[in-house]
Antibody
Framework: QVQLVQSGAEVKKPGASVKVSCKAS????????LHWVRQTPGRGLEYMGC????????NYAQKFQGSVTMTRDTSISTAYLELTRLTSDDTAMYYC????????????WGQGTLVSVSS | QSALTQPASVSGSLGQSITISCTGTSSDIGNYNYVSWYQQHPGKAPKPMIYDVSNRPSGVSNRFSGSKSGNTASLTISGLQAEDEADYYCNSYRNGNTYVFGTGTKVTVL
């Protein structure tokens, strides 16, 4: 079945960087957009942007431009979200989600990766 | 990039029907039939419940239905059950090849 499995929780200090992975299985990785979504207690779900694994083309939401980088490794069907210059505001759960067949919604979702930033 | 507006909370008794609204603008909900809804239980990933305004993914109960009028989309849950108690988020495609989520609604079953 189609599945997205994310890397485990991370604890980082302010100013550090973190790279979250999202491994896809059960479908052709290069056929579907892969999206990233952030969830914080105070702000609910926020759309961060997406990558098309075939071309590597990315489209970042305005709020996240310049502070996140989305990449992929097609040889291992894995997408990555890198966050740099971390602050406490980056403490959140990060989800990857695939485009649904036909596009314009997100299905399925990964299980989420908790990133905690604390000195 | 302002979020879509949802009520913070909605409640209903077992067996009743409730409706959650999701208000956007002519740049998102009003211009595209690409509204989706997600259910999220505590500690779990969001689960797709509705896509393209009113379509249910395979396996989702027909007690869940979606609609849209102008800049506002709605999710209706009929025959409310205990397991429906969760947070619900709407989402819409928006001008500029991006997406936007709603502020989220906590559903309480009385």
């Amino acid at each position: 079945q189609v599945q997205l499995v994310q890397s485990g929780a991370e604890v980082k200090k302010p100013g550090a960087s973190v790279k979250v992975s999202c491994k896809a299985s059960g479908y052709t990785f290069t056929d579907y957009f892969l999206h990233w979504v952030r969830q914080t207690p105070g702000r609910g779900l926020e759309y961060m942007g997406c990558i098309h694994p075939n071309s590597g083309d990315t489209n970042y939401a305005q709020k996240f431009q310049g502070s996140v980088t989305m990449t992929r490794d097609t040889s291992i069907s894995t997408a990555y979200l890198e966050l740099t210059r971390l602050t406490s505001d980056d403490t959140a759960m990060y989800y990857c989600a695939r485009d649904k067949d036909g596009g314009f919604s997100f299905d399925p979702w990964g299980q989420g990766t908790l990133v905690s930033v604390s000195s | 990039q302002s979020a879509l507006t949802q009520p913070a909370s909605v409640s209903g008794s077992l067996g009743q029907s409730i409706t959650i609204s999701c208000t956007g603008t002519s740049s998102d909900i009003g211009n595209y039939n690409y509204v989706s809804w997600y259910q999220q239980h505590p500690g779990k990933a969001p689960k797709p419940m509705i896509y393209d305004v009113s379509n249910r993914p395979s396996g989702v109960s027909n007690r869940f239905s979606g609609s849209k009028s102008g800049n506002t989309a709605s999710l209706t849950i009929s025959g409310l059950q205990a397991e429906d108690e969760a947070d619900y988020y709407c989402n819409s495609y928006r001008n500029g090849n991006t997406y936007v989520f709603g502020t989220g609604t906590k559903v309480t079953v009385l």
